[in-house]
């Protein structure tokens, strides 16, 4: 109806003369396939095949579909081109399923001939020793399976990349397959180990043999040759060396059956005169210095115990290396466990009668040459127990003391005295340090052990000497803290020593180290200490020597420390050994961690290993992140890893944004030059981006201005009301101008 209404008006106003141009313009305005905006919508042409509807309601438009890993929305194909389908996951067109170079990952798999890897689909075309990625086949081609980044046979071949296993002529060692030994080669393993087929690795020499091992193969341990041969020096040898032959090993050796392997040569069993042999030969001979000889006679030279090698009745003397009767009389020789006949003594490895008499000259230990019940001490007879003036050897009768070899008599209190104990002092009397002294010794005596307390309860004790710490003097517990005290030097090192009941005796570093002082137990902080101190302190070793130190404060967190677990840190704290200071356990914010130690809190807290791995506050969203990292940012946020800062899942207004990272809220936001602005431009105003870019709805961002305007440019918009009130105006122009040509 509108356009011949239009007709009428352009040939009435023809007619009227009325001129071109006012024509056209009238035929432009209501000619409805000259409109510049291609509208759609429910009273619409439907759009071409090659474009979609962009929305229903409003100003919908036609605009064009998109292409493999462009932007799209909606189920199934969407706004995808025909054959491709929109990936909801990840909000591009697709294959279904996807091919080479397009998104892939969850629920969604590449096509056969793909892999999905860091969600894009791969080709599996790699060679072998080529380069690759994934696990099993990975990207290599079929057959073929990616092993420490690089395609292998399946199984591995020699030189190729490796896991566990390879083919059966080759072995996996740091995954790469080497050929297996050969016999006598190095190999590893049980059984077979690294060893070809047939053979087995030796454990014990670390070489493949056959087993049992043969002739040249190495053995040893519990691994014997095969029948035949003998394993020497860990190599099987074939034992076919016959008598008076050079041989090795022991028993039959690598000698012939029935033979033995005597001193390196085959001989006979038993071994015959002038043959080699180790104990034993034929009865007519003896086996000296390892040859076969015949046996001795009377006072010839003899070997071995018993008849050993002598003539029968007489015996071996082991001492003397000749043959003897047993036992040994008068004049022969005896000595060691040989003993001479009753009545006889052995001296000087001869028997002698035992007759002499008190002080006369002997000869022997104990009886010796000497009468019965008398001693023959130091080359004269005494008695038993020796008396005063007769020699003695240890001790003497109960009066006297043996000294110099004489029994002397004993010595009283503060004399000078000789031996320990009781000594060369009378009865309740003990020798210390060559005096004698009461037992037990009071205060300023002598002492080894123990001291006699006073009569008033006051404790003494034994402080031994510096010097000759073998004897000390007795000396009264009476000081206290601070005070000069003995006792430090003798064992047990913490020593009361003469301080008060409570405290220890330990050497003071200020002043003379021979010196003691007084300190408590454990000791506090200043005072000298061995291993422990009070619990607000720690026993610091340092200029002051090996033994002893002095007690400071515990260090607090992230001061230094020494020792594992707490070592030196205050209460509550432990030392981290690869830090070197005090930390709690687990460590809080600034403090050491890393390896298996995890910060407190892990929701706000990450170990950051870039400075020697301290505890930080996870990072909000736009603060910048490393790499894979995840665990920088705080809970709830991603590290990008294209502008390497935090950011939400999915992106939010002004966060980092990719083609595998849509913004959130897709209608309203778009990913504009890696990160989401809002698309609420409106047409004329400055925008950013291509295609709709930072645009509200049905406007693009124009590149050459950088302002929002239509896709296509529109016309203004004309309403039925408008077009009739152009064509009023036009008519009333031409009905003007026809009157006036009239």
């Not at 799209?72 to 996807?98: E, I, K, N, W, Y």
């Not at 980092?656 to 778009?670: F, H, K, W, Y």
Request: with cysteine; net charge negative; glycine share 14%.
């Amino acid at each position: 109806m509108r356009s011949s209404i239009a007709g009428q008006v352009i040939a009435r106003l023809s007619r009227s003369g009325l001129g071109v141009a006012c024509v056209a313009l009238l035929a432009l305005f209501l000619t409805p396939s000259l409109s510049f905006a291609a509208t759609c919508g429910l009273f619409d042409p439907p759009c071409p095949s090659t474009q979609y509807c962009d929305g229903v309601f409003g100003n919908p438009q036609c605009q064009l579909r998109r292409t493999s890993n462009q932007s799209c929305t909606g189920l199934g194909q969407g706004t995808c081109v025909s054959g491709l389908a929109c990936d909801l996951t990840f909000g591009v067109c697709r294959h279904a399923p996807p091919t080479t170079g397009e998104v892939c990952g969850g629920t969604i798999f590449c096509a056969t001939g793909n892999l999905c890897i860091s969600n894009v689909c791969v080709a599996q075309d790699r060679a072998v020793n080529q380069t690759c990625s994934g696990s099993g086949q990975g990207t290599c081609q079929t057959d073929l399976l990616c092993i420490g980044g690089k395609c292998s046979s399946n199984p591995p071949q020699i030189g190729q990349n490796c896991d566990l296993s390879c083919a059966s002529n080759a072995y996996c060692s740091a995954g790469v397959c080497l050929a297996r030994g050969t016999s006598n080669s190095s190999c590893t393993g049980v059984g077979q180990g690294t060893c070809s087929s047939g053979l087995v690795c030796d454990l014990g020499l670390g070489k493949c043999r056959q087993d049992p091992p043969v002739t040249g193969e190495v053995c040893g341990g519990t691994i014997v040759c095969s029948a035949g041969n003998l394993c020497v020096g860990n190599v099987c040898v074939a034992q076919n060396r016959t008598v008076n032959q050079t041989c090795s090993g022991s028993g039959q050796g690598t000698c012939q059956s029935s033979l033995l392997c005597i001193n390196g040569k085959c001989s006979n069993n038993p071994p015959q005169i002038g043959q080699n042999c180790d104990l034993m030969c034929t009865q007519d001979a003896n086996c000296i210095a390892g040859i076969c000889e015949a046996k001795g006679l009377p006072n010839e030279p003899c070997t071995g115990v018993g008849q050993g090698t002598c003539i029968s009745g007489l015996a071996c003397d082991l001492a003397f290396g000749v043959c003897r009767h047993a036992p040994p009389t008068a004049g022969e020789v005896c000595g060691g466990a040989i003993t001479c006949a009753l009545g006889s003594l052995c001296i000087s490895n001869l028997c002698v009668s035992q007759n002499r008499a008190v002080n006369e000259t002997c000869s022997g230990i104990g009886q010796g040459t000497c009468q019965s019940s008398l001693l023959c001490i130091n080359g004269k007879c005494a008695n038993d127990p020796p008396q005063v003036g007769q020699n003695c050897d240890l001790s003497c009768a109960s009066n006297a003391y043996c000294g110099d070899g004489v029994c002397q008599a004993r010595h009283a209190v503060d004399s000078i005295c000789i031996g320990v104990g009781q000594g060369s002092c009378q009865t309740d009397l003990i020798c210390v340090n060559s005096q004698c002294t009461n037992d037990p010794p009071t205060t300023g005596q002598q002492c080894v052990a123990e001291c006699a307390d006073r009569a008033d309860g006051t404790q003494v004790v034994c402080v031994r000497n510096v010097l000759n710490p073998a004897f000390g003097t007795c000396y009264a517990q009476s000081n206290d803290v601070g005070e000069g005290c003995h006792g430090w030097q003798q064992p047990p090192i913490e020593a009361q020593g003469t301080c008060l009941t409570g405290l220890v005796c330990r050497p003071d570093l200020v002043g003379d180290p021979f010196d003691g002082v007084c300190t408590n137990e454990p000791p506090l902080i200043g005072q000298v200490c061995e291993t422990d101190c009070a619990a607000d302190a720690y026993c610091r070793y340092g200029d002051e020597g090996i033994l002893f130190g002095l007690c400071v404060a515990r260090p607090a967190a992230g001061e230094s420390c020494t020792g594992a677990g707490q070592g030196t840190c205050a209460s509550g704290l432990l030392c981290d050994l690869g830090a070197g200071t005090c930390r709690h356990d687990p460590p809080l914010e600034g403090e050491a961690c890393g390896g298996a130690i995890a910060c407190a809190d892990t929701t706000n807290l990450y170990c950051d290993d870039s400075i020697s791995g301290i505890c930080r506050l996870r990072g909000a969203a736009g603060t910048a992140c490393g790499p894979g990292v995840a665990t920088s940012c705080a809970s709830g946020l991603v590290c990008d890893s294209d502008a390497l800062e935090c950011r939400h899942e999915p992106p939010l207004l002004g966060e980092a944004c990719g083609l595998l990272a849509s913004c959130a809220d897709a209608a309203n936001v778009a990913c504009v030059d890696g990160r989401c602005a809002a698309q609420d431009r409106t047409e004329g105003q400055s925008c950013a981006g291509t295609g709709q870019g930072t645009c509200s709805a049905g406007l693009v961002c124009d590149a050459s201005t950088g302002t929002c305007r239509n896709d296509p440019p529109a016309q203004v918009p004309f309403t039925p009301w408008l077009q009739v009130s152009l064509v009023l105006v036009l008519v009333g122009l031409g009905t003007h101008y026809v009157r006036r040509f009239q």
